[in-house]
């Protein structure tokens, strides 16, 4: 249900009205009929269809970031997520190909589609992080590439003449990959976070998780997940943006027991028991990439598409592009004043200090 | 839907590189990967959210719109039938919670009071056009904000306006046709015949043509219902010939064979609401509510809602300047218009300074003049007194010489007497004798 009734704006805004706002339950829970000449079914629940066919016919955008030093198998682990080359692999990685001196970004932008519905998939790897001996501040080109796009967007926002639908580059997740070391975060790791946190949704992967046997990986998913909770990083899904008790109990269950993923990522198939899997062949078996008891790829995977992904979205765009935007407007000496562009000119409303993006 | 020049738009920041060529292609998947289920995914996002869902009737009073929601909705929306003795347009808005199955539904229904009663009606559509602008003003207002809420506002924007036309059999009346030419930019119309159990099927259908024709002639844009998805194009082609549905309200239920029907009983018959061959009422609840609420909706926010706000933005002197126009441009013409008017501020602050000099100074001049006045009337006053005083004494000097002049008298008189009584005490006797004697002598 929509949240509380603006009787106080209605007031204001209409002077000629006789507002009387009563919610009411009109109408008794009557069955879904078809067919019915019931009196009673009116057919408001039909909308649910019309929405869904609205949202195929225009599609959906989704963007997604890979971050983490090189070798960690990001770009297999995308193309395993997504089952297509949506990455281009540095397998055929030649010695000529130096290693960038800063981090560059790339993204790349495929449509794929199933069941009838179409996803543009950007991916956007970060060549070079985390790869110099000195890799201070290696995170700002990634958080300038975050906000270019959450300007773009707000630029598009504030056109007098708007575009139908605007185009969303926004970045609404940030795998960041985890070396396997077993011991604990890097420093590098802690510091990415920490200032990536609040601008973008991360959700930390920890990286060709068959290295580790099962006691080593629980231990060191507990080791890293104290970490971050004494650094004050919150990935994705945060605490505070639970809406309601069931996604509490949902999502707590994920923060404090799955998350970070262990993950194995690999785009070669194996016959394995009669079927063919998407493993890595090894003299002393084969790993199964979509088996639980041998990692948690399923488990990402199905946290990340089928079941969050509406949720990533709208969190980038409820709550990380906002806090961009007031932010932004603010800085500007308070573009349009707290009480709205229209209207009289009232001194701008002092801000309550938003988290920065520093 | 095609990539929408994903590769044209990207920056290049000195980080950052495109691969060039790749675009967006169209790539195969060699699984099931499962994002299928992002429809579900928003849907179940707005469905826990509800919907909400504002209908607004214009029509006469006695058209019989409150009671055609109620029998859309199938409910008895409260509130008491208007009077014909409206000075003036008013609309009344009510607001209730419907639940269906899983959806929960905000429905917001707008009526006009008194619309067609006057006797003057030149201004009777503006209080419509005021509370239509009036919602967008406060999406508006909501968008423009800097910490904002607007995934959790509630919706207030009008998403259909059904027009109520009395069944004349005519055509449509020239206030009809001025209220729905200035609605039709604002909001979705769509015309409807009340109480058509009046109009006899062969008028029905002149009617209808003739109403389509006036509308066209003069360039009314009614809500189309749309025909590009395939899945609903045909019916809702079909039904825009249909338009405007001929209705009928009723919620009295009546047992007609052996059901129980929405109907309205008369001498000569009983017509059915829900039956397609007495009126249109199943089309117009199919098309509003089973088949284009969402395309409503949509048309509302991307079609009126944009045009509102591209409006009002001009007005207020904002321009795109090119298309790589930042906030900066607002911003500097904010800016502008924040110097103007801080401008504007200093300049009457002046003026009312100056004005309160002035007017100091003219209280002073007549206090002034007052106390001057107070010094002359008191300078008369002493001297009134002044001159009283002098007359008193005066006349007290007088009274005192005479007092004197008087003792001196007596003084001498007393004295005498003693003289003349020493001298002749004798005379006295001898006088008293004479006296007795001569009673007639007179003493001195």
Redesign the interface.
Known sequence: MSKGLPEARTDAAMSELVPEPRPKPAVPMKPVSINSNLLGYIGIDTIIEQMRKKTMKTGFDFNIMVVGQSGLGKSTLVNTLFKSQVSRKASSWNREEKIPKTVEIKAIGHVIEEGGVKMKLTVIDTPGFGDQINNENCWEPIEKYINEQYEKFLKEEVNIARKKRIPDTRVHCCLYFISPTGHSLRPLDLEFMRHLSKVVNIIPVIAKADTMTLEEKSEFKQRVRKELEVNGIEFYPQKEFDEDLEDKTENDKIRQESMPFAVVGSDKEYQVNGKRVLGRKTPWGIIEVENLNHCEFALLRDFVIRTHLQDLKEVTHNIHYETYRAKRLNDNGGLPPGEGLLGTVLPPVPATPCPTAE | ????A??G???D???????PG??????????????????????N????????FNILCVGETGLGKSTLMDT????K??GEPATHTQPGV?????????????????L?IVSTVGFGDQINKEDSYK?IV??ID??F??Y???E?????V???????RIHACLYFIAPTGHSLKSLDLVTMKKLDSKVNIIPIIAKSDAISKSELTKFKIKITSELVSNGVQIYQFPTD?E?VAEINGTMNAHLPFAVIGSTE?LKIGN????ARQYPWGTVQV?NEAHCDFVKL??ML???????LR?QTH?RHY?LY??C???E?G???TDPD????S??ET??A??NE?LGELQKKEEEMRQMFVQRVKEKEAELKEAEKELHEKFDRLKKLHQDEKKKLEDKKKCLDDEVNAFKQRKTAAELLQSQGSQAGGSQTLKRDKEKKNNPWLCTE
């Open positions: 839907m095609e990539a929408e994903n590769s738009s990207l920056e920041s000195g980080a950052f590189i495109q691969r790749e675009g967006c292609r169209t790539v195969p998947l060699a699984g099931h990967v499962g994002f299928d289920s992002l429809p579900d995914q928003l849907v996002k707005s469905v826990s959210q509800g919907f909400c859309l909705f199938n409910t929306f409260e008013q609309l009344r808005s009510n607001t209730y919670d419907l639940q269906e199955s899983n959806v929960g539904l905000k917001t209080p005021e509370f009036a919602q003003e406060a508006l207002q909501e423009l904000k800097i910490r904002r607007l995934h959790s506002y509630h919706d207030s998805d899945s239920e059901k129980m029907m929405k829900e609840r199919e509510i089973r088949v284009n609420m969402e395309d949509e991307s944009e706000r591209r009002k933005l001009e207020m904002f321009k795109d126009s930042k906030p900066f607002l911003q904010y800016e218009k924040r008017f």
